[in-house]
């Protein structure tokens, strides 16, 4: 399958993103300062049985990078807003450094767009540990 690499407007702002796989979504999401490469060694992996979302934070790497004061709530809430341009109401979510922002990514009114959270913490030789 063909990686695909897009941008969305989320939040007034330009998202980068790569999707690949099929079957349920997967959510990828990095600490505040990481760009998606941190999961190159994923992706292909988790494709085989997903629909995996690699994202840039705003800030790093091809996302836009407008001059403001980011936070974890800001940052989860672009996550959010990707995943409802993709039309995706429910996802499965990976995250890597700051992990409260994978915990941030309520829609607002209580309900999470997330139907189960877990973390990934990469190690030696891209090695993956789940939690």
């Given at each position: 399958?063909?990686?695909?690499m897009?941008?969305q407007?989320?939040?007034?702002?330009?998202?980068?993103?790569?999707?690949?796989?099929?079957?349920e979504?997967?959510?990828?999401i990095n600490?505040?300062?990481?760009?998606?490469?941190?999961?190159?060694?994923q992706?292909?992996?988790?494709?085989?049985?997903f629909?995996v979302?690699a994202?840039?934070?705003r800030g790093?790497?091809?996302?836009?990078?407008?001059?403001?004061?980011?936070?974890?709530?800001?940052?989860?809430?672009?996550a959010?807003?990707?995943?409802?341009?993709?039309g995706?109401?429910?996802?499965?979510?990976?995250?890597?450094?700051?992990?409260?922002q994978?915990?941030?990514?309520?829609?607002?009114?209580?309900?999470?767009?997330?139907?189960?959270?877990g973390?990934?913490?990469l190690?030696?030789?891209?090695?993956?540990?789940?939690?």
């Amino acid at each position: 399958m063909e990686l695909l690499m897009p941008h969305q407007t989320v939040n007034g702002i330009k998202i980068y993103y790569e999707e690949k796989g099929t079957g349920e979504p997967l959510i990828l999401i990095n600490g505040l300062a990481f760009p998606m490469d941190l999961w190159f060694a994923q992706i292909e992996e988790l494709s085989k049985d997903f629909r995996v979302i690699a994202l840039d934070n705003r800030g790093i790497g091809q996302s836009d990078k407008p001059d403001e004061e980011y936070s974890i709530k800001l940052l989860a809430s672009d996550a959010v807003g990707l995943l409802t341009a993709l039309g995706i109401e429910k996802a499965h979510v990976a995250g890597s450094g700051n992990s409260q922002q994978a915990d941030s990514c309520g829609d607002g009114d209580g309900r999470p767009p997330i139907d189960r959270a877990g973390e990934a913490f990469l190690g030696k030789n891209g090695q993956s540990h789940y939690g």
